[in-house]
């Protein structure tokens, strides 16, 4: 019988790509997993709904009992968890609903798991966020647990509920440490996209020889170890499919600040800049004194999470992982596919 996969957060950037990763490399059949909105957010698997291997079912993860309807009346082989409120920024104006979404949300799944499905294996996504105000890099599977948000803490308690549930019961539940990813699918308000789009829009009102549209950053200086999202799916699925229920650390092993990011995407875009003042007063400029970037203190966060490097050598050891993408491919990717959705 074909197995059953539910994918959580199917309108997302790390849902879609899994629903794509799955739909390419098994033949299982995939339950896309989505909250009713009035607002269609359906773009990132749009040319996955008709798919004959590929159904949207309703969820709230709210909602215990949507979660344990779908479980039940599945009964999945394997549930992936990747609808969160992932914003870590957003986690200090709705630390309520990030925890009910990112921590009580996945004790309603490992319930629903351990009555109704207790064979299906079941992957909640961790983050890099959960180790924090790191006192090492780079940062292993043995690293504490530090979170420096609402976010991180909520993770790390979903950790242990993983951990939990997985040996009073003997589930097959893991929480693999994914660091940064991103790619063309990722939310406008995360750091790399923000970026992407907002230099597409300036290259477009310079080939215009219009007036260009300025934006804004908080933290130049945050160092960040950024994946392209679509590598990280086969880690994902290398992990459900290990013998034991193990989790891993998955990241590229290289560290690049906000800056650098900035800098290379005007580079691709083969935007000439100088900069100019510092620190809260720090602007970059076109050649000719148009404002690109400054910046604005309201984006620094009240607790910052300086710097993240990961080491997946384990994973690749022990999994067989492969990162395929270097990090000016995906600036480069991101910038382009911005640049060519906003030229329409
Ligand atoms: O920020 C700095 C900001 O929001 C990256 C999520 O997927 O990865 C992501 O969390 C850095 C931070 O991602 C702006 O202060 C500067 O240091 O893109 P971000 P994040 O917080 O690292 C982890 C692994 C997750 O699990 C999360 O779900 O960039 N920064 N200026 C800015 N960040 C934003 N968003 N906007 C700015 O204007």
């Given at each position: 019988?074909?197995?059953?996969v ?6 997302g ?10 739909i ?15 607002v269609?957010?359906h ?20 909602d ?10 599945i ?10 409120q ?9 630390p ?9 949300s ?10 109704f ?5 079941f992957?909640?996504?961790?983050s890099?966020e ?7 890099s780079p ?5 504490p ?5 609402p976010?991180?803490?909520a ?12 040996e009073?019961y ?12 991103e790619g063309?699918?990722r ?9 992407s ?26 160092m ?15 992990m459900?499919?290990?013998e034991?229920?193990?989790e891993?650390?998955?990241a590229?092993?290289?560290m690049?600040?906000?800056r ?8 691709c875009?083969g ?14 400029l ?12 309201e984006?620094y ?39 060519k959705?906003?030229?329409?």
């Amino acid at each position: 019988m074909r197995k059953k996969v539910i994918i959580t957060g199917i309108s997302g950037q790390d849902g879609s790509h899994m629903a794509d990763y799955l739909i390419k490399h098994t033949d299982h059949m995939i339950y896309g997993a989505i909250r009713r909105l009035s607002v269609n957010n359906h773009r990132n698997f749009e040319h996955l709904k008709e798919h004959p291997r590929f159904q949207l079912i309703n969820m709230d993860l709210t909602d215990s009992h949507s979660i344990t309807n779908a479980v039940r009346e599945i009964e999945p082989d394997y549930f992936i968890n990747f609808a969160a409120q992932s914003f870590v920024a957003g986690s200090w104006d709705y630390p309520i609903q990030t925890w009910e979404t990112d921590s009580n949300s996945v004790l309603h799944m490992l319930e629903a798991i351990h009555m109704f499905a207790p064979n299906c294996r079941f992957y909640n996504a961790g983050s890099s966020e959960e180790f924090g105000d790191v006192e090492y890099s780079p940062q292993d599977e043995d690293h504490p647990l530090r979170p420096q948000s609402p976010y991180g803490a909520a993770k790390c308690a979903a950790r242990h509920l993983v951990r939990v549930y997985r040996e009073s019961y003997n589930l097959f539940a893991i929480q693999g440490w994914l660091f940064n990813h991103e790619g063309t699918r990722r939310g406008l308000d995360f750091v790399t996209r923000k970026i992407s789009h907002n230099v597409a829009k300036i290259k477009l009102a310079i080939e215009a020889g219009e007036p260009i549209p300025s934006f804004s950053l908080g933290n130049l200086e945050a160092m960040r170890d950024w994946s392209d999202a679509e590598d990280m799916m086969d880690g994902v699925w290398k992990m459900l499919n290990n013998e034991t229920p193990q989790e891993f650390i998955l990241a590229s092993g290289e560290m690049h600040s906000v800056r650098e990011f900035l800098e290379t995407s005007l580079n691709c875009a083969g935007i000439t800049f100088k900069k100019h003042g510092k620190d809260d007063n720090e602007e970059y400029l076109t050649t000719d004194g148009q404002i690109i970037m400054k910046i604005n203190p309201e984006f620094y966060r009240p607790a910052e999470v300086h710097e993240l490097l990961g080491d997946s050598s384990l994973a690749e050891d022990e999994l067989g992982w492969v990162r395929h993408h270097e990090f000016e491919d995906l600036v480069r990717k991101m910038y382009e596919n911005d640049y060519k959705l906003l030229k329409g």
